[in-house]
């Protein structure tokens, strides 16, 4: 038997820092979703592991991972969705408050070959790496390679039950996590080669009266290793993952049907089961059979004849779906966010709200929330809507792009009654300035792979703010957020 251990967070992560720019909203939780099946595809026994909240390591150093951002509610809002869906999927989810997901891995990972099961550990973290033997697997996340204790030492020049001092050493920039100063992969690499393990390292060290040249370490290499003895037992708790998570792995144990990842297609058609048509045999003499003709269906008997008032349908029945109470919108906003093609909103509260926005527009309910975006957690309209409503309000004589390039976009408005039309361009250089958030993320932004309707959409959405502010006043479109 082999279990698939998945660390869903290290997944959502990954998708998260990738998928910034993607108009779906959702973009991460159907994308984590889709990821998982595919790795669960085929695999009778599947686990999923994910964090909790802070862990144990954030009360053993207020340090722990302090550099990171807050963690972002819309990115644990992704991973929430997503937990939902593979739960209807039937998949066993495992998150334990204190213990992180790879403490998680970690114990069940003990438990299975403790109990004659192979494992396979699907993550992109490199303590989990530790973990490692003729049992267990690594598969990476980032390139899809399977590590052995063989393939782990080719990579980094320890073995797998080195890794804790490894990372230890070398310590973690992603967790905050302070190394010993001076020493990097190699130097880590070498010391656990020609020593073993820190103790032992240490022990020769003082057998030596804690003479460098005798351990053959330059004078700089042992004070900063006399340095971090002290802050070595807090570093190796930190580094080192617990086996003693209390979750039940009997489910994981139990066959659950693998389904193909080729059958979650969206595009795949959902059949009922076929009926079976009864079968009556022919005369000896004939070996074919036909099916009995199928019954026809008993109706119910017509009841007693009664006058009736006939009351007229409207033509307008496609309006018959727009809400026209309050309660109405209500419950249609809870449709739709149950729904999950709406879950960025956070609530269904937030569809409401973003339904009744429209309204004051003119939109209609699914209109509203097509048209409207969730950007840094508010609602934000389309360049294009923005156009639109300047030139419905009939306020304006034209509303025209009069040159478009990949450097420069440039729009020409005029406002009835008014002698003279506005012309505004934006250029690249102009959105380079505005643009904070360094050149990575610019390289991954709207701005570096459709240049020109970026420009298109900036340039539009100032002029008709300018021109159109009573129409526009506290209206922004999506492309005016970087």
């Known amino acids: 038997m082999e ?32 990821r998982v099946r595919a790795l669960a595809s085929n695999q009778p026994h599947v686990a999923i592991c994910t964090d909790s909240g802070k ?10 991972k302090a550099t990171r951002p807050e963690s972002d509610a819309a990115l644990q809002h992704q991973i929430a969705e ?43 973290d490199k303590d989990l790496l530790a973990l490692v033997n003729e049992h267990v697997t690594v598969k990476s996340l980032r390139d899809g390679s399977l590590l052995t204790p063989q393939a782990v030492h080719d ?29 990097g992969p190699k130097t880590a690499a070498r010391l656990l080669a020609e020593h073993g393990s820190l103790d032992a390292m240490y022990a020769q060290y003082s057998a030596n009266g804690n003479a460098p040249f005798h351990l053959g370490f330059t004078p700089a290499l042992a004070t900063n290793l006399r340095e971090f003895r002290k802050r070595l037992p807090l570093v190796r708790q930190l580094v080192t993952l617990r086996t003693d998570a209390p979750i039940n792995l009997e489910p994981v144990l139990n066959h659950r ?64 779906l727009e ?19 709406f879950s960025a909103y956070g609530h ?34 389309s360049a294009s ?29 005029k406002r009835k009654g008014d002698p003279n039309d506005v012309t505004l361009t934006y250029t690249l250089e102009e959105a380079r300035i505005a643009w904070s958030k360094g050149d990575e993320a610019w390289k991954k932004s709207g701005w570096a792979r459709n240049c020109a309707d970026m420009l298109v959409a900036r340039s539009s959405s100032k002029l008709a703010r300018l021109v159109y502010a009573d129409i526009l006043e506290g209206l922004y479109s999506t492309e005016e957020f970087d």
């Open 55 to 64: 862990s144990f390591r954030h009360e053993l150093s207020a340090e722990y």
């Open 155 to 183: 990579k980094f020049g320890v073995w797998p039950v080195q890794i804790p001092d490894y990372l230890a050493l070398v310590g973690d920039t992603s967790d905050n996590i302070q190394g010993a100063k001076g020493i």
């Open 323 to 341: 809400p026209r109470s309050i309660h109405e919108a209500k419950q249609l906003a809870q449709d739709l966010f149950a729904s999950r093609l």
């Open 257 to 320: 049907i693998a389904v193909n990842a080729n059958d979650f297609h969206e595009g795949a058609p959902m059949l009922p089961d076929a009926e079976i048509e009864p079968q009556v045999p022919l005369p000896e003499d004939d070996d074919r059979s036909i099916p009995l003709p199928t019954p026809e269906p008993q109706l119910p008997p017509m009841p007693a004849a009664r006058s009736l008032e006939l009351v007229p349908t409207t033509t307008e029945w496609d309006r018959q």
């Open 385 to 413: 809507l923005l156009r639109a409503l300047v030139l419905r309000s009939g306020l304006a004589e034209y509303f025209i792009c009069t040159a478009r390039t990949d450097t420069a976009a440039t729009f020409t408005t």
């Open 82 to 124: 997503a937990i939902d869906v593979l739960k209807e999927d039937g998949f066993p989810i495992y998150a334990v408050k204190g213990f992180e997901s790879d403490d998680l891995i970690a114990t069940a990972a003990a438990y299975l070959t403790e109990h004659q099961v192979d494992v396979t550990i699907v993550t992109s």
């Open 3 to 34: 279990v698939v251990l998945i660390d869903l967070h290290a997944i959502a992560h990954m998708l998260w820092h990738v998928s910034g720019s993607d108009p779906n909203p959702d973009a991460v939780s159907v994308k984590t979703v889709e």
């Open 348 to 381: 269904p509260a937030g569809v409401l709200a973003t339904i009744l926005a429209g309204r004051e527009l003119g939109l209609p309910a699914i209109a509203s929330l097509r048209a409207f975006h969730i950007i840094d957690g508010k609602p934000t309209m």
